[in-house]
């Protein structure tokens, strides 16, 4: 059983950044690959960034390449998302979660067994 905060949301101008923590406890945290969703009102949960257990695989949406970085730490039970260059369309609940599917950045959902209670970002114009 793993579970999962996140903190660092908050509101931010257009052109600012953030930088998201997701804090685990529970099972040994590299046992996990990790990843962020995030969810807008009215439309559905999308993917964001992923990261597997070493942080040697990374993959994120097309939508925020070169302008967030997933990182972890495990020795401090921890994976981070540094958003950059904000834009209003950022604006969203974050979620990270937890897959056993530890070996690649797993972009898919469905596969993560653990969610945290997620965070708002909310970027405004």
């Known amino acids: 059983q793993v579970s999962l905060v996140e903190s660092g949301g908050g509101l931010v101008q257009a052109g600012g950044s953030l930088r998201l923590s997701c804090a685990a406890s529970?099972?040994?945290?590299?046992?996990?690959?990790v990843g962020w969703f995030r969810q807008a009102p009215g439309k559905e949960r999308e993917f964001v960034s992923a990261?597997?257990?070493?942080?040697?695989?990374?993959a994120h949406a097309d939508s925020v390449k070169g302008r967030f970085t997933i990182s972890r730490d495990n020795a401090k039970n921890t994976v981070y998302l540094q958003m950059n260059s904000l834009k209003p369309e950022d604006t969203a609940v974050y979620y990270c979660?937890?897959?056993?599917?530890?070996?690649?950045?797993?972009?898919?959902?469905?596969?993560?067994?653990?969610w945290g209670q997620g965070t708002q970002v909310t970027v405004s114009s």
């Open positions: 529970g099972r040994t945290f590299s046992s996990y690959g």
């Open positions: 979660a937890a897959t056993s599917k530890r070996l690649l950045a797993t972009t898919r959902a469905g596969e993560y067994e653990y």
């Open positions: 990261i597997n257990w070493s942080g040697g695989g990374i």
